[in-house]
T-cell receptor, first 117, second 115 residues
Protein backbone atom coordinates (compact mmCIF):
# COMPACT_ATOMS: atom_id res chain seq x y z
CA UNK A 1 0.00 0.00 0.00
CA UNK A 2 1.11 3.51 -0.70
CA UNK A 3 2.11 5.72 2.21
CA UNK A 4 3.12 9.36 2.56
CA UNK A 5 5.32 10.54 5.42
CA UNK A 6 5.92 14.09 6.58
CA UNK A 7 8.44 13.89 9.37
CA UNK A 8 8.35 17.55 10.39
CA UNK A 9 5.22 18.33 12.45
CA UNK A 10 6.18 22.00 12.63
CA UNK A 11 8.63 24.37 10.97
CA UNK A 12 9.42 28.05 11.42
CA UNK A 13 10.92 30.50 8.97
CA UNK A 14 11.80 34.15 9.14
CA UNK A 15 9.92 36.40 6.76
CA UNK A 16 11.77 36.72 3.40
CA UNK A 17 13.86 33.63 4.11
CA UNK A 18 13.68 30.21 2.45
CA UNK A 19 12.28 27.04 4.00
CA UNK A 20 12.10 23.43 2.82
CA UNK A 21 9.36 21.02 3.86
CA UNK A 22 10.11 17.31 3.58
CA UNK A 23 7.96 14.52 2.21
CA UNK A 24 8.74 10.90 1.47
CA UNK A 25 6.43 8.29 0.04
CA UNK A 26 6.35 4.62 -0.66
CA UNK A 27 4.93 3.05 -3.79
CA UNK A 28 5.65 0.20 -6.16
CA UNK A 29 4.19 2.07 -9.11
CA UNK A 30 6.31 3.93 -11.64
CA UNK A 31 3.78 6.46 -12.86
CA UNK A 32 1.96 8.64 -10.35
CA UNK A 33 1.33 12.20 -9.27
CA UNK A 34 2.51 14.16 -6.27
CA UNK A 35 1.00 17.31 -4.82
CA UNK A 36 1.51 19.88 -2.13
CA UNK A 37 -1.61 21.42 -0.65
CA UNK A 38 -1.80 24.36 1.71
CA UNK A 39 -4.44 24.60 4.44
CA UNK A 40 -4.57 28.08 6.03
CA UNK A 41 -6.58 28.83 9.19
CA UNK A 42 -9.69 29.07 7.02
CA UNK A 43 -9.20 25.29 6.56
CA UNK A 44 -9.70 25.39 2.79
CA UNK A 45 -7.40 23.05 0.87
CA UNK A 46 -5.45 25.02 -1.72
CA UNK A 47 -3.32 23.36 -4.38
CA UNK A 48 0.21 24.74 -4.28
CA UNK A 49 2.07 22.62 -6.80
CA UNK A 50 1.90 19.27 -8.59
CA UNK A 51 4.49 16.97 -10.10
CA UNK A 52 4.05 14.15 -12.59
CA UNK A 53 6.42 11.29 -11.81
CA UNK A 54 7.32 10.76 -15.46
CA UNK A 55 8.69 14.31 -15.69
CA UNK A 56 12.30 14.69 -14.62
CA UNK A 57 12.09 18.46 -14.40
CA UNK A 58 11.11 19.79 -10.99
CA UNK A 59 7.86 21.73 -10.93
CA UNK A 60 7.94 25.44 -10.09
CA UNK A 61 5.16 27.90 -9.29
CA UNK A 62 6.44 31.39 -8.54
CA UNK A 63 8.05 31.22 -5.06
CA UNK A 64 7.24 27.53 -4.68
CA UNK A 65 9.39 24.77 -6.12
CA UNK A 66 9.89 21.09 -5.49
CA UNK A 67 12.88 18.81 -5.31
CA UNK A 68 11.60 15.53 -6.73
CA UNK A 69 13.95 12.59 -6.22
CA UNK A 70 12.16 9.61 -7.74
CA UNK A 71 14.71 6.97 -6.81
CA UNK A 72 14.76 8.15 -3.22
CA UNK A 73 10.94 8.62 -3.22
CA UNK A 74 11.36 12.11 -1.90
CA UNK A 75 9.29 15.18 -2.75
CA UNK A 76 10.27 18.28 -0.80
CA UNK A 77 8.72 21.74 -1.12
CA UNK A 78 10.87 24.85 -1.10
CA UNK A 79 9.28 28.19 -0.32
CA UNK A 80 11.45 31.16 -1.23
CA UNK A 81 11.04 34.71 0.07
CA UNK A 82 8.57 33.52 2.71
CA UNK A 83 5.61 35.77 3.41
CA UNK A 84 3.30 36.01 6.40
CA UNK A 85 0.50 34.66 4.22
CA UNK A 86 2.43 31.43 3.74
CA UNK A 87 1.71 30.43 7.32
CA UNK A 88 -0.46 27.33 7.13
CA UNK A 89 -0.54 23.54 7.33
CA UNK A 90 1.11 21.98 4.31
CA UNK A 91 0.10 18.53 3.16
CA UNK A 92 1.99 16.31 0.76
CA UNK A 93 -0.23 13.99 -1.29
CA UNK A 94 0.23 11.04 -3.63
CA UNK A 95 -2.14 9.90 -6.35
CA UNK A 96 -1.99 6.69 -8.34
CA UNK A 97 -2.27 6.77 -12.12
CA UNK A 98 -5.75 6.52 -13.56
CA UNK A 99 -4.99 3.02 -14.75
CA UNK A 100 -5.23 1.90 -11.16
CA UNK A 101 -8.94 2.55 -11.44
CA UNK A 102 -9.26 5.14 -8.74
CA UNK A 103 -8.43 8.71 -7.89
CA UNK A 104 -7.61 8.00 -4.31
CA UNK A 105 -5.25 10.60 -2.87
CA UNK A 106 -3.01 9.57 0.02
CA UNK A 107 -2.16 12.47 2.31
CA UNK A 108 0.63 12.92 4.81
CA UNK A 109 -0.08 14.14 8.32
CA UNK A 110 1.01 17.67 7.52
CA UNK A 111 3.65 20.21 8.51
CA UNK A 112 2.58 23.38 10.28
CA UNK A 113 4.60 26.31 8.92
CA UNK A 114 5.01 29.42 11.04
CA UNK A 115 6.35 32.60 9.46
CA UNK A 116 8.06 34.99 11.85
CA UNK A 117 7.94 38.71 11.20
CA UNK B 1 -16.54 30.18 -12.32
CA UNK B 2 -17.57 29.19 -8.83
CA UNK B 3 -15.44 26.66 -7.02
CA UNK B 4 -16.59 23.55 -5.24
CA UNK B 5 -19.46 24.53 -2.95
CA UNK B 6 -20.17 22.68 0.26
CA UNK B 7 -22.99 23.19 2.70
CA UNK B 8 -23.58 23.44 5.47
CA UNK B 9 -20.21 24.78 6.56
CA UNK B 10 -20.95 23.87 10.15
CA UNK B 11 -23.40 21.29 11.41
CA UNK B 12 -24.16 20.22 14.96
CA UNK B 13 -25.99 16.97 15.58
CA UNK B 14 -26.91 15.02 18.67
CA UNK B 15 -25.84 11.40 18.94
CA UNK B 16 -28.23 9.20 17.00
CA UNK B 17 -29.36 11.88 14.54
CA UNK B 18 -28.63 11.96 10.84
CA UNK B 19 -26.19 14.30 9.12
CA UNK B 20 -26.42 15.25 5.45
CA UNK B 21 -23.58 17.07 3.78
CA UNK B 22 -23.96 18.50 0.30
CA UNK B 23 -21.41 19.20 -2.38
CA UNK B 24 -21.84 20.98 -5.69
CA UNK B 25 -18.82 20.38 -7.92
CA UNK B 26 -17.20 23.00 -10.07
CA UNK B 27 -19.12 23.77 -13.24
CA UNK B 28 -18.58 21.04 -15.80
CA UNK B 29 -16.97 18.62 -13.33
CA UNK B 30 -18.50 15.16 -13.25
CA UNK B 31 -16.21 13.48 -10.71
CA UNK B 32 -16.67 13.99 -6.98
CA UNK B 33 -14.59 12.82 -4.03
CA UNK B 34 -15.24 12.91 -0.30
CA UNK B 35 -12.48 13.09 2.31
CA UNK B 36 -12.58 13.23 6.08
CA UNK B 37 -10.14 15.13 8.26
CA UNK B 38 -9.94 14.37 11.95
CA UNK B 39 -8.35 17.01 14.21
CA UNK B 40 -4.59 17.35 13.67
CA UNK B 41 -4.59 14.73 10.92
CA UNK B 42 -4.38 14.68 7.15
CA UNK B 43 -7.28 13.98 4.86
CA UNK B 44 -8.47 10.41 4.53
CA UNK B 45 -10.17 9.23 1.34
CA UNK B 46 -13.74 8.06 1.73
CA UNK B 47 -15.45 7.71 -1.64
CA UNK B 48 -15.14 8.60 -5.31
CA UNK B 49 -18.25 9.07 -7.45
CA UNK B 50 -19.18 9.92 -10.96
CA UNK B 51 -22.67 10.92 -11.98
CA UNK B 52 -25.03 8.20 -10.71
CA UNK B 53 -22.17 5.80 -10.00
CA UNK B 54 -19.97 4.97 -7.04
CA UNK B 55 -16.51 4.17 -8.42
CA UNK B 56 -14.53 3.57 -5.24
CA UNK B 57 -15.94 3.49 -1.71
CA UNK B 58 -13.06 1.65 -0.12
CA UNK B 59 -12.48 4.40 2.45
CA UNK B 60 -16.03 4.68 3.65
CA UNK B 61 -17.21 2.84 6.78
CA UNK B 62 -19.50 -0.01 5.83
CA UNK B 63 -22.24 0.99 8.24
CA UNK B 64 -24.09 4.27 8.70
CA UNK B 65 -22.29 6.07 5.86
CA UNK B 66 -23.57 6.43 2.31
CA UNK B 67 -22.91 8.72 -0.63
CA UNK B 68 -24.66 9.55 -3.85
CA UNK B 69 -24.16 11.80 -6.84
CA UNK B 70 -27.44 11.94 -8.75
CA UNK B 71 -27.88 12.94 -12.35
CA UNK B 72 -29.29 16.25 -11.20
CA UNK B 73 -28.27 18.10 -8.05
CA UNK B 74 -25.40 17.96 -5.61
CA UNK B 75 -23.54 15.00 -4.22
CA UNK B 76 -24.75 13.99 -0.76
CA UNK B 77 -22.75 12.36 2.02
CA UNK B 78 -25.15 10.90 4.55
CA UNK B 79 -24.23 9.73 8.03
CA UNK B 80 -26.94 7.94 9.95
CA UNK B 81 -27.09 7.59 13.74
CA UNK B 82 -24.07 9.80 14.25
CA UNK B 83 -21.62 9.13 17.08
CA UNK B 84 -19.04 11.42 18.68
CA UNK B 85 -16.28 9.83 16.61
CA UNK B 86 -17.93 11.16 13.46
CA UNK B 87 -17.01 14.70 14.49
CA UNK B 88 -14.62 15.86 11.79
CA UNK B 89 -14.22 18.10 8.78
CA UNK B 90 -15.60 16.57 5.61
CA UNK B 91 -14.09 17.83 2.40
CA UNK B 92 -15.53 17.41 -1.05
CA UNK B 93 -13.44 17.74 -4.19
CA UNK B 94 -14.19 17.58 -7.90
CA UNK B 95 -12.38 17.07 -11.17
CA UNK B 96 -13.28 17.58 -14.78
CA UNK B 97 -12.88 14.03 -16.02
CA UNK B 98 -11.07 10.86 -15.11
CA UNK B 99 -8.12 11.47 -17.40
CA UNK B 100 -4.53 11.79 -16.27
CA UNK B 101 -4.17 15.51 -16.53
CA UNK B 102 -6.87 16.52 -14.13
CA UNK B 103 -6.20 17.81 -10.67
CA UNK B 104 -8.95 17.71 -8.09
CA UNK B 105 -10.11 20.91 -6.45
CA UNK B 106 -11.37 21.04 -2.90
CA UNK B 107 -14.30 22.81 -1.35
CA UNK B 108 -14.02 24.66 1.95
CA UNK B 109 -15.21 21.73 3.98
CA UNK B 110 -18.16 20.95 6.24
CA UNK B 111 -17.51 20.73 9.97
CA UNK B 112 -19.63 18.18 11.76
CA UNK B 113 -19.83 18.31 15.53
CA UNK B 114 -21.65 15.54 17.34
CA UNK B 115 -22.74 16.39 20.87
Amino acid sequence: AQTVTQSQPEMSVQEAETVTLSCTYDTSESDYYLFWYKQPPSRQMILVIRQEAYKQQNATENRFSVNFQKAAKSFSLKISDSQLGDAAMYFCAYRSPTTSGTYKYIFGTGTRLKVLA
Amino acid sequence: NAGVMQNPRHLVRRRGQEARLRCSPMKGHSHVYWYRQLPEEGLKFMVYLQKENIIDESGMPKERFSAEFPKEGPSILRIQQVVRGDSAAYFCASSLTGTEGNTIYFGEGSWLTVV
